[in-house]
């Protein structure tokens, strides 16, 4: 294969991917926006607890070993050993498959201690058993991609994920909703019932991903000449040289994971501490128990109504269902606040390696041109979406839930995390341009550094009454404004020809202010005009959070182009992006 040829395939195979990722996040988007207007806010929080705890086994299970796999096969099949390659994927799928029963046992035999402790919620208890085949197949399904992936195959990578991904979509909403026409009693049940139907859509999705990779390897085996007589490496060794390749990316991936799992246990934990401290104290609600951020009322008030619940339904535990709730609405905002998170990861996959290729040419001044490029797009998308969420935080709440969370709770939570968001997406581009300048370890330090702080402030907020659940994204925007700020520094002062951040952030910070002054004056006086002197109804939300957000593009748009915001040099590095400039007058 010539050098060009391989070029073509490595582009082609990145082509294939990101394609596949923006297909995976809109049908994510797709699944658990309607999800949350479906499920109640406490199943919505057994969902949400039970996908944590089945993210965190599938990091440890699945996180480093594609990555080590993919690199060995690759490297034996450049030189030709392809009974060499043979071995190492026997090799890796055992290894991928002692991980995967582990968790699966973990995730099945052990699912009421391990929602009990770990999750502080024994009602998500069958929710982590529907989801224990999912890591099951997920590590068999990372061996087959792994393999084809070495052989730079992209395409059942793409495919199978698209898979998975349409399953959940399809029979997950599907089951939820059949479930929940049964009405099944009593109601707490029902709702338990129909978060363990939507969650089950993801195992469907393995098994039918994992059947579909096994029948592809094969035949990708048939293809293969033989036979062939190179002598393959020794089991033990090839284990060795793969574990050795793996668990240094699986301890920097899993980072995340851990610290997510951790914030689940205390904030789930916290919460049933504080229904706990205010039911021993007598149930309280003043004539302010309504009010915005009267969280200590609105709390007494809620685990009044679970109380009375009680008395009629048994499984209703006035404590935990309290918390359950809480951390349910939390969820639902968690799901809104990853969507501009989503949108960096294909453009990360399309810029950073750029870096790589100026600093393997010595050309810092191109490298330099690329990271700030990187930085403004991506403060193009996230100042603006970070600042639309905390602006229009309880609007657009109550507009993707139906109404069926509590927006005078949700509102300021999804406010304060599109704050977060922001942070988020300058903390992953920042790590991705250094990773691209070879320092890989620093980023993960930020991070750990981030998730500590993060674990003090949730305990220490969440523990409040009157702050409560608003501890949880207040925690989680400390983390990720410590780290991003970490990053950008660590860029200013390892990097050569460091990118300048007055040009990156400078004109998108006033774009997007300005934009989201807009939005909140053009809300303020539809919702007035809507409501009619009485209170605004949900269509009438739903026309003033639209008209808004219309406006606030409109506005977006004028001013990225009136303050030249973006560069032809940016635009260069798009596809179709000298055309684009000539169309925008961009010089």
């Keep these: 294969m010539s050098s060009q040829q391989k070029k073509n395939t490595f582009f082609g195979g990145v082509a294939v991917l990101m394609m596949s990722t923006i297909i995976i996040k809109i049908i994510g988007a797709i699944y658990k926006i309607p999800l949350g207007i479906i499920l109640s806010d406490e199943a919505y929080g057994d969902f949400g607890a039970a996908y944590n705890i089945y993210t965190f086994f599938l990091t440890i299970s699945t996180a480093g070993l594609p990555v080590a796999l993919s690199k060995t096969v690759s490297e034996a099949n450049a030189l030709g050993r392809y009974n060499q390659v043979r071995r190492v994927f026997r090799v890796a799928f055992l290894a991928f498959l002692t991980m995967g029963v582990f968790s699966f046992i973990c995730m099945s035999v052990f699912a009421l201690p391990v929602a009990t402790y770990a999750l502080q919620n024994q009602k998500a208890v069958w929710c982590v058993v529907a989801l224990s085949p999912a890591v099951l197949c997920t590590c068999c399904c990372s061996a087959f991609r792994g393999y084809a992936q070495g052989h730079l195959n992209m395409m059942p990578t793409a495919v199978s994920q698209i898979m998975e ?15 929940g026409s049964l009405a099944l009693k009593p109601d707490d049940f029902g709702d338990r019932m129909m978060a363990v139907g939507a969650i089950a859509g993801v195992s469907v999705g393995s098994i039918l991903s994992v059947v579909y990779l096994f029948f592809d390897h094969k035949r990708a085996e048939r293809l293969q000449p033989g036979p062939f007589t190179d002598r393959p490496d020794s089991a033990k060794s090839i284990l060795i040289r793969l574990l050795k390749l793996a668990i240094p990316i699986t301890i920097s991936s899993s980072t995340s994971a851990i610290v997510t799992l951790i914030d689940t246990n205390l904030v789930n934990g916290q919460l049933q501490n504080v229904f706990q401290s205010i039911l021993d104290s007598g149930v309280v609600v003043t004539e302010q128990a309504r009010g915005l951020f009267d969280i200590g009322n609105k709390a007494a008030l809620i685990l009044q109504q679970n109380i009375a619940a009680a008395a009629a339904d048994p499984q209703v535990v006035p404590v935990l269902d309290s918390a359950r709730g809480l951390y349910g609405a939390y969820q639902k905002c968690m799901s809104i606040y990853n969507l501009p998170f989503n949108l960096m990861v294909p453009l990360t996959a399309s810029i950073i390696p750029a870096v790589s290729a100026a600093r393997a040419r010595r050309d810092d001044l191109e490298a330099r041109k690329v990271s700030e490029s990187a930085l403004r797009f991506s403060t193009l998308i996230a100042l603006p979406a970070g600042i639309g969420l905390f602006v229009l935080g309880g609007p657009i709440i109550r507009l993707l839930t139906g109404g069926n969370t509590d927006y005078t709770i949700a509102g300021p939570l999804l406010s304060i995390l599109g704050l977060a968001s922001i942070f988020v997406c300058l903390q992953l581009i920042a790590t991705s341009i250094l990773q691209a300048n070879g320092i890989v370890n620093l980023p993960i330090l930020t991070v750990i550094i981030g998730g500590v702080v993060k674990i003090i402030v949730n305990y220490t907020l969440v523990g409040d009454p ?3 659940v608003y501890g949880a994204p207040v925690g989680t925007l400390c983390c990720f404004a410590i780290a991003a700020v970490l990053n950008l520094s660590i860029i200013k002062a390892r990097v050569p020809s460091a990118p300048s951040y007055l040009k990156a952030f400078c004109k998108p910070l006033i774009a997007s202010v300005v934009m989201g002054g807009a939005v909140w004056a053009v809300y303020q006086t539809a919702s007035r005009i809507l409501c009619g002197g009485g209170t605004l109804s949900f269509l009438g939300n739903a026309m003033a959070t639209a008209a808004s957000i219309g406006v606030g593009v409109i506005v ?31 010089r």
């Design 466 to 468: 009157d702050i409560m």
């Design 556 to 586: 977006y748009a004028i001013l990225v182009l009136a303050l030249r915001v973006i560069s032809k040099e940016d635009l260069e590095l798009m596809p179709k992006g000298a055309k684009i400039a000539k169309i925008l007058h961009i």
């Design 165 to 179: 991904n349409v399953s959940k979509l399809v029979i997950g909403m599907g089951l939820a909703l059949f479930i």
